[in-house]
């Protein structure tokens, strides 16, 4: 009986493989890819317990254990450091993420057609400058205490013209804000295609029932995207403190430093610049042990409130 | 149903057949390319086994050679570099097989990594600076490069030409634990670089003569101001070229001097960098410098002397024909000139001086004819072949007259990149001026006036302690990456935000937060002569 049993088991194990064998045929270049290139360049990340020297390798450089970590963690800026990665992430997520959607929302109420589409290319615009382009726009153009508009704008008021860039109480505001600028029209892309996708006859039964602008809003689009949006944050937390190094990088100068340092621009500074390679590796383990971590907290959060999740 | 499979069974087979293919093509082309390779070496070694029976004709040196592009547009314009015609006329002039392997200028660092950790590493290797530069990864302490001092025991004699044209403390500058690696082959014989330009123009306004203590310098910037100048002098981010007034106080932001008990330190704790700063904020704070210097990155800062913003500023001599074009288009009757320095309250007077050398090459310890490569060296050096190299080929792109050089400088980027890959590959050069060339340029000879009357004169000396350990733990701690302790504190104090005594806490910052071991290991790195003077 158990015989017959694993035989017919067997049986359907065989026949399925075969009845998917083209499926399985066409997964093996995925598969490929992610090994090649994602999972073997993985197994790098031991330089970090080296004294990896290029000239040896890895099969040849040192074993030196935790002394990079030991070096990190005993180093004075450390925390503040680790700090300012955070907070710079989160102000991203709450505020960076959110900002499409209200963006989304209100153009998606443009009802003029051609000045919908105008409107949305021209907020597409700066997700194609670079930051180094962004960035010295937005030192000189947008916030220089003598020819900025911002300050123009200020003077135009009869205030003092504030000068910005060594403000490091702003500073964390200015990279926030500058992504949002950046990447605010590029991020609604999704958000109106999913509104699109809304019926439109439930917009025309509710203005019959005499639900206004703003009704509809919060009662038919929000909750008609809301899977949308979901995902996209899920997306968006699996990024967490991969906040990129050129975007701080524009910004920072001796005044705003001790907000500004984050693990990327200290992993150049430390290591990139001197040939660290261990122990910039070490460090951006450990970002990345970190990153794991509030990723799978975010996961769990939201799995707990709205039964979606990553995985 | 059975169309999704049917389709699912096509695309399952054009994507494995492209996979095949693919391999295919690039197994077919690796087996074709070391067939080549094979039949290649093959007949290099009947030749080399003919021209044994041959010895009065020298088989041409064969080597590769890398080398940044250096962002050259001559460079950049040929599509092989090594069917290019300059390095076809050098392989016949000098009896050479030259294969040139560019590195990206932009990504040096990191194509010179890529280089040393393939294993792949060219028999010449060209890099800035010294062995020290971040770029060479430490490849000469991990014995890359092969030391050159049996070569050069006996190169008093065999190459003198080399010997004369390059100076000692070139070759100083290349010494690693006693033993030389590197040749200096592009040296500066004048280590001040830096030199102050004035508005010539403005300054005839002003009816006052060319300034040369702080006070007076002072003046002329009170008067520029008060004639409407925007910027009387501009400085810029990190106080990159912002150099003449630190160095009135004889220190820099960079550079590291002994102090009176004897210690190598950085420039930015000494006492006489208080007294600099607070100049600076002065300067500041009258309306003579240009606030927003330390947020000012180097493109926005040419613009404002470009539009005529600036009165006073300092930059490489070199450049001045640049700069009085540039102004020009916006201010035709504008005019920058170079001048003496200010000197300072303990009669210091101009910029840090550069290190001897500007760039060096390394021998591969596996190349076979180190002593030839000497040899294109000590050829280089002659008279004639500098002259080869500033104005090509004599007879075709220059005459001689009387003794007269008859030559015509290019006026386009092209044509002036061209002469610069020529003393490229060439290697033998002085970095500082080109006696040859500068009198057919533009403003040539202003400039040649300042190298050999100014430049002698002036520049602060310092000591380059080389690579620090303990300097490499503290990034806040070393001079130049624009966010350490030091300019963070200059900040603040250029701004207003902190008084000029929280300089003093700063030292001391600076002293516990690792300073102390790095100063010891200075000290100790000059003590056994490990360290590099500039001088």
Same mark, same amino acid.
């Given at each position: 009986m158990a015989d017959m049993s694993k035989e017919t088991a067997r049986g359907k194990r065989k026949g399925s493989r075969k009845k998917y064998r083209m499926l399985y045929i066409m997964v093996i270049p995925g598969i490929l890819y992610f090994i090649l290139?994602?999972?073997?360049? &993985? =197994?790098?990340?031991v330089i970090a317990f080296q004294d990896y020297n290029i000239f040896k390798g890895i099969f040849h450089s040192a074993w030196v254990g935790l002394k990079n970590f030991k070096i990190l963690f005993e180093y004075g800026d450390f925390l503040p450091i680790l700090k300012n990665t955070i907070v710079i992430n989160l102000y991203d997520l709450l505020f960076g993420f959110t900002a499409p959607l209200i963006l989304a929302l209100v153009i998606n109420d443009i009802s003029n057609a051609w000045f919908r589409k105008g409107v949305q290319q021209i907020v597409y615009l700066?997700?194609?400058?670079s930051w180094t382009i962004l960035g010295g726009i937005v030192i000189t153009? &947008? =916030?220089?205490?003598?020819?900025g508009l911002v300050n123009l704008a200020l003077k135009g008021m009869g205030m003092e013209p504030i000068?910005?860039?060594?403000e490091a109480s702003m500073a964390r505001a200015i990279v926030v804000l500058a992504g949002i600028w950046k990447d605010m029209g590029w991020g609604t892309v999704v958000y109106l295609a999913a509104m699109t996708a809304i019926s439109p006859s439930l917009y025309e039964s509710a203005s019959l029932d005499g639900a206004g602008k703003f009704k509809q809003l919060i009662y038919i689009t929000l909750p008609g995207i809301v899977p949308v949006i979901i995902t996209l944050f899920l997306l968006r937390i699996g990024h967490f403190?991969?906040?990129?190094f050129e975007r701080i990088w524009v910004f920072q100068n001796a005044s705003n430093v001790s907000v500004l340092e984050i693990f990327d621009t200290y992993i150049y500074k430390a290591g990139l610049q001197q040939g660290r390679y261990s122990y910039t590796t070490a460090v951006g383990l450990f970002k990345s042990v970190v990153g794991f971590l509030l990723l799978y907290g975010g996961n769990m959060l939201s799995r707990k409130t709205t039964g979606e999740s990553l995985y | 149903m059975k169309r999704k499979k049917l389709m699912a069974m096509l695309m399952a087979v054009s994507v494995f057949a492209g996979v095949l293919t693919g391999c295919g093509n690039a197994s077919g082309q690796n087996s074709g390319s070391s067939e080549q390779r094979q039949s290649e070496t093959t007949e290099q070694t009947q030749e080399t086994s003919e021209e044994s029976d041959v010895p009065e004709e020298k088989e041409p040196l064969k080597f590769t050679m890398s080398i940044s592009n250096g962002l050259n547009e001559y460079i950049a314009q040929s599509p092989d570099i090594n069917q290019d015609k300059w390095v076809k006329v050098f392989n016949e002039r000098y009896n050479l097989d030259l294969t040139l392997k560019l590195l990206d200028h932009k990504r040096f660092a990191e194509e010179m990594q890529m280089m040393f950790a393939s294993g792949e590493i060219a028999d010449v290797v060209k890099c800035y600076?010294?062995?020290?530069?971040?770029?060479?990864?430490q490849s000469v302490e991990n014995g890359v490069?092969?030391?050159?001092d049996d070569i050069l025991a006996?190169?008093?004699?065999?190459y003198p030409n080399l010997m004369k044209t390059i100076p000692e403390n070139a070759w100083d500058y290349n010494k690693y634990n006693g033993h030389i690696?590197?040749?200096?082959?592009?040296?500066?014989?004048?280590?001040?670089?830096r030199a102050t330009y004035i508005r010539k123009d403005l300054l005839d306004q002003t009816g006052l003569?060319?300034?040369?203590t702080l006070d007076e310098f002072v003046e002329v910037l009170k008067a520029f101001r008060d004639m409407g100048?925007?910027?009387p002098f501009a400085g810029r981010e990190n106080w990159t070229y912002t150099d003449i007034f630190f160095g009135a106080y004889g220190?820099?932001?960079?550079t590291w001097n002994l102090n009176e008990e004897g210690q190598l330190v950085p420039?930015?704790?000494?006492?006489e960098m208080k007294e600099a700063l607070a100049f600076h904020k002065m300067l500041k704070d009258e309306g003579?410098?240009?606030?927003?210097s330390l947020t000012t990155n180097s493109s926005d800062w040419l613009n404002k002397i470009y539009t005529g913003k600036v009165g006073l500023f300092d930059h490489n001599g070199g450049q001045l024909y640049g700069f009085n074009s540039s102004l020009q288009q916006n201010v035709p009757e504008g005019e920058f000139i170079l001048i003496p320095s200010p000197v300072g309250p303990y009669g210091d007077q101009g910029t840090q001086k550069y290190s001897p050398v500007f760039e060096s090459i390394f021998i591969n310890?596996?190349?076979?004819?180190p002593e030839r490569i000497f040899e294109y060296l000590d050829r280089m050096c002659l008279d004639e072949e500098q002259d080869f190299m500033a104005?090509?080929?004599?007879?075709?792109?220059w005459t001689e007259e009387n003794g007269q050089v008859q030559y015509e400088y290019p006026t386009d980027q092209v044509g002036i990149a061209e002469i610069s890959f020529r003393k490229t590959i060439g290697?033998?050069?002085?970095?500082?001026?080109d006696p040859r060339l500068l009198p057919f340029t533009p403003s040539g000879e202003d400039f040649m006036d300042w190298v050999q009357n100014v430049s002698t004169k002036e520049g602060i000396d310092n000591i380059d302690p080389g690579k620090l350990e303990s300097l490499t733990l503290h990034p806040e701690l070393?001079?130049?990456?624009?966010?350490d302790l030091f300019h963070t504190m200059a900040a603040d104090i250029f701004y207003g935000?902190?008084?000029?005594?929280s300089f003093d806490a700063f030292v001391e910052e600076y002293l516990s937060r690792g300073g102390q071991e790095v100063i010891e290991e200075a000290t100790k790195a000059y003590q056994e002569g490990r360290t590099f003077d500039r001088k």
């Open positions: 290139f994602k999972y073997v360049p &993985l =197994l790098g990340n700066p997700h194609f400058l153009q &947008l =916030l220089s205490p003598s020819q000068y910005f860039m060594t403190l991969d906040f990129g | 600076d010294n062995y020290t530069s971040p770029s060479m990864c490069f092969m030391p050159l006996t190169a008093e004699e065999k690696y590197g040749i200096p082959v592009s040296y500066l014989s004048r280590a001040t670089r003569g060319i300034p040369t100048v925007e910027y220190v820099n932001p960079l420039d930015m704790i000494r006492p003579l410098m240009d606030p927003e310890k596996d190349f076979q004819e104005y090509g080929i004599k007879g075709e792109d290697l033998i050069r002085d970095d500082s001026y070393q001079p130049g990456n624009g966010c935000k902190e008084p000029i005594d």
